[in-house]
């Protein structure tokens, strides 16, 4: 009979995290979270280490729920001895979307969410071989163990305090350029992490910015870029004619915005710099992101300083799109000639 000892959800992302035990092995199973109907699907399960004697080949009776039990040929130190589950712990990046799991303090396994659970099920500590049910931790763990240390720490933060010293020093110097706020929205319905939309009127433009995305790092930015850390972190914003949208326009774009800061966690993704994403905005089916250090008269904002890329949502029409594909490049350097004021 199956047996929890350590449950964990993703702070960030659809994902869940659990050590189970069937008797006869540990296991770690990683979950992808449906929230609508309330439903965990196993993503994939990484070998931990055997509680019973094993064979030299791999144990294909499954048939009473049995997790495979690892063959003694790939297993370093053969020892049976059940944990201690207060010794587990579970710790998740930064991102939310790579989970990892301790025993007595020790990192003993890592299961990324790109792990499919068939060609690749996630790293652990005690095997001599890459096998179907494991991979080696130690040829990754000089590029996760101080990730993952900073990464504990980083959860143990007191987020209401982090909320304010990240939110106000932004807010106020935005509120420097545009003067008073003039609305703002809550477009994260009071879930952690807090996210609103600040919106300002200037010059018969609407501008509207995110304030609080930036304060977590996207995920599976390090798949992207070598310096990963630098493109990790972002806020949105948009402008658009006063004159030319209707209250429900913008409202329109406003749930946009919404839905682009949960893109990132929901599906497990980066958008940084001149990405193109497929929403609607307005009349435009298409959007191109682009930093504002590209802009003519830039920001100069101090959570910029800290690495977090303002992003301008700009969007794109068929034609335009057409011209994105065909030569990004010219239509991109268009784009950086105009100028946002």
């Keep these: 009979m199956e047996q929890s000892l350590l449950f964990s959800q993703s702070p960030l992302c659809p994902l869940a995290v659990d050590v189970i035990s069937d008797g006869r092995s540990y296991y770690f199973y990683m979950y992808d979270l449906d929230y609508a109907n309330e439903q965990l699907y196993a993503h994939s399960a990484c070998w931990l280490k055997n509680l019973v004697e094993a064979s030299d080949v791999y144990d294909e009776d499954c048939s009473d729920g049995h997790q495979p039990l690892m063959p003694t040929a790939y297993i370093k130190d053969q020892d049976l001895t059940p944990w201690d589950e207060g010794d587990l712990e579970i710790v998740w990046s930064k991102e939310g979307h790579i989970a990892s799991l301790y025993y007595q303090g020790e990192l003993y396994s890592i299961i990324p969410s790109w792990a499919d659970g068939q060609d690749f099920c996630g790293y652990t500590k005690n095997v001599v071989e890459n096998t179907m049910l494991g991979w080696k931790l130690e040829d990754v763990a000089d590029v996760f163990e101080q990730r993952l240390s900073d990464s504990r720490d980083f959860w143990m933060q007191e987020f209401n305090l982090v909320w304010k010293d990240y939110h106000s020093p932004y807010v106020d110097e935005l509120c420097q350029y545009f003067g008073g706020i003039d609305a703002c929205f809550d477009i994260h319905k009071d879930q952690f992490p807090s996210r609103i939309l600040i919106t300002f009127e200037k010059e018969e433009k609407v501008y509207a910015f995110t304030v609080g995305m930036g304060m977590f790092s996207m995920p599976n930015a390090d798949r992207y ?90 969007p794109l029409d068929d034609e335009d799109y057409k011209q994105v594909q065909e030569e990004k490049h010219a239509f991109v350097k268009q784009l950086i000639k105009e100028d946002r004021k």
């Design 225 to 314: 870029y070598d310096d990963y850390q630098s493109y990790a972190r972002v806020e949105f914003a948009v402008v658009v004619d006063k004159k030319s949208c209707s209250n429900d326009d913008l409202y329109a774009i406003y749930s946009m915005l919404a839905t682009l800061c949960e893109h990132p966690w929901k599906d497990m993704d980066c958008l940084a710099d001149q990405h193109i994403v497929d929403v609607p905005i307005l009349e435009a089916n298409h959007c191109i992101l682009m930093d504002d250090d590209h802009y003519a008269q830039p920001f100069d904002l101090s959570l910029k300083q800290e690495g977090v890329h303002l992003m301008w949502v700009v």
